[in-house]
């Protein structure tokens, strides 16, 4: 019997790795992309600084990759290695016994006042064709019929595409070298150059203006298209894209005035490069709709998903959000992933607070206020997880969405407290956001933002205010502190609407047909009730209303579900089979797995679900990653589908 998961036993949460006594300054990787045996293939060139003198080894994070030989850079000699057991989580330890400082580097002499020594070290290695960050999209399941690869390090799987120390706070300058077949494209970070051999195309992509965590190195290879797609300032939006979407995510972001509103958050919190006059580019790149979703983005670009193309708000919502996330990403360094929530809830924080006129219209504000209730109350984290996660067997990408919505909330808690958006934010300008330019501590924990906000306000008059906080419980303690839920209480005229006993438009008739914040945010109010069963005239009123001729995936998601929780299949199965369907045209986990579940869950569909799932023909556009979801919902194995 396998055994559970422990976190690895060392100071530094979810990593086997010690940078504070050997640390990687500067990552070089040279990789061959084979497509056909789903594979990154080449080596790794490690600079790495000795911290401690009477250490004389290498710790790094892996996890299901094949390591060859291991040697000194500069002489060829060979470095003794081990590796530890897997762990299905976190992977395993490499343990590399450090070379020679004078075989390694002849040139350079310690200082015996400074023990600092620095080594190459060059690991020859592949990646594992099951590797749980490299999504391989085959031919047939692109809108092209090109082969797709996108990585997902997904916080702490980093290091299942390069051997690394997959921590946030081991920041180094990068460089790659990528070969691919002639023809496609590339994405890395780092300024880019390409240069053909034989029948290959070699890029080189250089990152020495700011360094980067493991988890924020990405790769994207396939036939994208790049194309300028808006500017404004000396901000410019780059669309990546197969080209199928190219015509539709350009008109998306011009009718939503995407870079307006960017422009204008990126005034209002001082979001500059170091040289304020360089044209700072956002790129946007365009994910195929079987692809998961992202949940964490990178410094210099953000990943939609496409089937928000067709959404207003709802793609502003999701766009500019990540953006903001990739730009705090750049000024806020986090110590480890228990300080999630300085980032995630920062960044939804930060594009919902009304001092940034986001938005004109405040009703949308309200659906947005609306839209964070609705998010934390329906996770069944709230119950469980703290704030600042004490379970370090779970990994950081199971709470990302929860420490978003408590994050957020807590910001705005703190907000409301110390006198509004106005000053809060100039804390944030001044006291947070600025700290990644300190030389002796640039990392940002739970404990500092407490000291920096302690530090501000309490020369404002509000230290009876700091003291009777409730830090203990909002930090360390699941669900809310009591005194917060009062101020929670603002969807009754949706209740109102469902105690009817005869269904009527006066509430939903108001619903600006536009605005897809409302309505997905009733939707999930709806969805969201326990023990309420809507009556099949209010959910044909429902349909009549928001239904007709619409296209965004959503708000389609939220309706089949809504009419499956309250067991309206319609005449002929209708919608069990538009269930279906959905779930065929858009297969990331976000809409497959709810859906099939629900399917699962009612007794009258879940043979149904069954038999739809093993009859899948081979071609389907699913993922590995989505099927095997799929398949222990439904508790069939993979090979009942064969």
């Known amino acids: ?62 996890y299901g990759l094949e390591i060859g030989d291991v040697t000194d850079y500069h002489t060829g000699v060979s470095l003794t290695k081990a590796i530890d057991n897997h762990d299905d989580k976190f992977g395993s330890k490499l343990i590399i016994e450090l070379p020679n400082v004078d075989s390694s580097r002849p040139w350079i002499v310690a200082d015996p006042k400074n023990p600092e020594e620095i080594y190459e070290i060059q690991i020859k290695y592949k990646t594992s064709p099951e590797s749980p960050a490299l999504y391989w999209i085959e031919p047939h399941q692109t809108s092209d019929g090109i082969p797709l690869l996108i990585s997902n390090s997904k916080l702490t799987y980093a290091r299942a595409i390069f051997p690394c120390q997959d921590t946030p706070s081991n920041r180094t300058s990068f460089h790659s070298k990528i070969y691919i077949p002639s023809g496609l494209n590339v994405m890395m970070p780092g300024a880019r150059s390409m240069d053909k051999v ?12 700011r360094n980067i965590a493991p988890h924020e190195i990405y790769i994207i290879v396939g036939s994208l298209i790049v194309q300028e797609v808006a500017s404004i300032g000396n901000l410019r939006c780059n669309l990546w894209t197969e080209n199928i979407y190219l015509n539709e995510g350009t008109w998306a972001i011009h009718k939503s005035k995407i870079m307006t509103m960017l422009s204008n958050i990126k005034e209002s919190y001082h979001f500059y490069n170091k040289d304020e006059e360089e044209v700072d580019e956002v790129n946007v790149c365009v994910l195929p709709p079987n692809v998961p979703e992202f949940d964490m983005q990178y410094p210099d670009v953000t990943f939609v998903s496409s089937t928000l193309l067709e959404g207003h708000y709802s793609l502003i919502d999701t766009i500019v959000q990540n953006i903001i996330e990739s730009w705090i990403g750049r000024s806020v360094v986090i110590e480890n992933f228990t300080h999630l929530w300085l980032i995630k809830g920062l960044s939804t924080f930060i594009y919902r607070n009304p001092i940034n006129n986001i938005i004109d219209d405040g009703g949308i504000r309200e659906f947005l206020k609306i839209k964070g209730i609705n998010n934390v109350l329906n996770m069944p984290e709230l119950h469980t997880d703290s704030l600042v996660p004490t379970d370090l067997t779970k990994l950081p990408m199971n709470i990302i969405k929860y420490v978003s919505e408590k994050g957020c909330a807590f910001l705005n808690y703190l907000q409301n407290m110390l006198g509004g958006s106005q000053v809060f934010t100039g804390f944030l300008v001044g006291g947070v956001l600025p700290l990644h330019r300190s030389i002796d501590n640039p990392f940002l924990t739970t404990d500092r933002f407490k000291i920096l906000l302690n530090a501000f306000f309490s020369v404002n008059g509000k230290d009876q205010i700091l003291n009777n906080i409730d830090w203990d419980k909002w930090f360390n303690e699941p669900d809310f502190p009591p005194s917060y839920h009062n101020p929670m209480i603002i969807r009754s005229r949706w209740q109102r609407w469902v105690e009817q006993e005869t269904a009527c438009f006066d509430t939903i008739k108001n619903f600006d047909q536009f605005n897809d914040f409302a309505i997905i945010e009733f939707l999930t109010y709806l969805l969201a009730l326990p023990n309420t069963v809507l009556t099949v005239d209010k959910l044909q009123k429902i349909e009549d209303t928001f239904l007709r001729n619409q296209e965004i995936c959503e708000i389609r998601f939220l309706w089949l579900r809504l009419c499956i929780k309250n067991r309206w299949l319609d005449d002929n199965r209708r919608i069990f089979e538009d269930a279906i369907n959905f779930v065929s045209e858009y297969c990331m986990p976000k809409y497959a797995c709810p859906i099939i579940r629900d399917l699962y869950n009612l007794e009258e569909t879940r043979e149904l679900a069954k038999i739809w799932f093993v009859n899948q023909l081979d071609n389907s556009k699913m993922l590995p990653e989505t099927i095997n979801e799929l398949s222990n919902i439904l508790g069939v194995t993979l090979d009942d589908r064969e």
């Not at 010690?18 to 084979?34: G, K, M, Q, W, Y």
């Not at 056909?36 to 293939?41: I, N, S």
């Open 1 to 62: 019997m396998d055994q559970p998961s422990q976190p690895p036993a060392r100071d530094i949460p979810y990593s086997y790795s010690r940078p504070d006594l050997v640390a990687v300054i500067h990552t070089r990787l040279e990789l061959s992309v084979n497509f056909d045996d789903r594979v990154l293939e080449g080596k790794a060139i490690l600079e790495i600084e000795k911290k401690e003198s009477t250490c004389n080894e290498l710790v790094l994070d892996t």
């Open 198 to 209: 034989g029948d290959q195309d070699v890029y080189t992509f250089l990152q020495f203006l």
